[in-house]
């Protein structure tokens, strides 16, 4: 079975660019999430999607953030226009149903904003 | 008063030693636990699930859940140095689609 697979693995931008990551989940997997790990923490959920709706997406910041999920597979978050603080491993996972399965991490993308 | 606080280390044993690692919270209404290894540049992946209080035991691996004094622990036997690695906490109040909240990690380095 293949993994959760991200792209790029690095980006490295100036702040004020914009930046988009892309994930393709587990195949059958109805929930994706993306999260964003700050060096020493551990990871922060910022959308969750249910097929291709939202679940939850209180922690994401709207103003700069956006996330889709066209026909419930594969996923977009953007930054636009990015900060510093937007430095990060930005962390998709899969889980198979609604509940609180198993979720399933991808490697993950590394952001350097410069 | 952050809802999950995990020691970030770091910890470093010797080879066949057993290794505890801890996480606090402070929400009562957590009830599921789970215990996620991450290894450098890679994503977390899962070791042990836990519903409410008790013990759970897997080959090496043993998990437990105190919920009174809220204070989830997990301990390594034997430890190898393939188990260095970081390990995260996380836990969640049962409701469809409640978010896993995560503590910070504690880094553990196991020696030959």
């Known amino acids: 079975e293949a993994g959760v697979a991200q792209s790029p693995r690095y980006k490295i931008i100036e702040k004020r660019q914009s930046v988009a990551f892309w994930c393709n989940p587990i195949?059958?997997?109805?929930?994706l999430y993306w999260y964003q790990q700050i060096l020493g923490q551990g990871p922060k959920l910022l959308i969750q999607f249910q097929n291709n709706g939202v679940v939850d997406d209180s922690q994401l910041p709207k103003d700069r953030f956006s996330a889709e999920r066209l026909k419930g597979v594969d996923s977009t978050l953007k930054i636009q226009p990015a900060k510093l603080e937007d430095s990060a491993v930005y962390l998709c996972a899969s889980s198979l149903g609604t509940g609180l399965g198993e979720q399933y991490f991808g490697p993950g993308t590394r952001l350097t904003v410069t | 008063q952050k809802e999950v606080e995990q020691d970030p280390g770091p910890l470093s044993v010797p080879e066949g030693a057993i290794v505890s690692l801890n996480c606090t919270y402070s929400n009562s209404a957590f009830q599921y636990f789970m215990w996620y290894r991450q290894y450098s540049r890679k994503g977390p992946e899962l070791l042990m699930y836990t519903y409410s209080s008790g013990n759970k035991e897997d080959g090496r691996f043993t998990a437990q859940v105190d919920k009174s004094s809220k204070y989830i622990s997990l301990f390594i036997r034997d430890s190898q140095p393939s188990d260095s690695a970081t390990y995260l906490c996380a836990m969640s109040a049962w409701q469809a689609g409640t978010a896993l909240i995560f503590g910070k990690g504690t880094t553990l380095s196991v020696s030959s």
């Open positions: 195949s059958g997997h109805a929930t």
